[in-house]
């Protein structure tokens, strides 16, 4: 066991295993001291990668960081026993360095993907009133017990995507609906008639 421990070729990833177990407790401190260490690599961080899509995720970026660490040092450790296991010895760490990253880059990926899926957005909602208001049929037709989308501006010129259904009849794709009535998910909704052109030009 000293052995494997003080081994040289193994060496970044023993201080990757290192690291992980300081970040972790200095996380937890630092929760209740008010002193994090997510907040300091939040500033030292590029503002390129702090904008990234890759890592807006819906739980604690750091987490991302501790991802990342522990994948390293499996894949370095996983890759440096399989090359014991075929020529009875380590290679050189830099000859593992590069693909271990490679692998623990894409499984954190992975790991965060999965984890963001599962985890339920906090979602702060301000009750807009809309009823009366206009409305245009986004996508689909509407018809009682089938919603379909719809896109309506509030007071405010903010835009919203609601469910509407008909109380009879159907609610054409792209078709101007008044919101009359909300029912628990969905509004109900009245097609705005179309003009009969009465006073059109034909008419003199």
Known sequence: MLEFLSESELMPFHISVVALFLLSM??????????RP?????????HWLIV??????KFSKVLIFVFLLINFSFAGYFLQLVMH???????????????ALVMAIFFTV?????????IKPKVVT?????????????SGNARPGF????????????????QVEPEFGELEFQSQIL??????????????????HLFTSENF
């Open 38 to 46: 997510s907040t300091f690599l939040k500033k030292i961080s590029p």
């Open 85 to 99: 296991a075929t020529q009875e010895h380590f290679v050189a760490w830099y000859y593992v360095i590069l693909p």
């Open 126 to 138: 301000n009750k807009v009133n809309l009823l009366g208001r206009l409305a245009t049929v986004s």
């Open 26 to 35: 200095a996380e937890t401190a630092g929760y209740y001291i008010g002193i």
């Open 52 to 57: 990234s899509p890759l890592i807006q995720v």
């Open 147 to 162: 919603s379909a989308q719809a896109r309506v501006r509030d007071e405010y010129g903010q835009l919203h995507y609601v």
């Open 179 to 196: 919101l009359i009535r909300f029912r628990k998910s969905h509004y109900i909704a009245k097609k705005i008639s179309i003009s009969n």
């Open 110 to 118: 992975f790991m965060i993907h999965c984890l963001d899926q599962v």
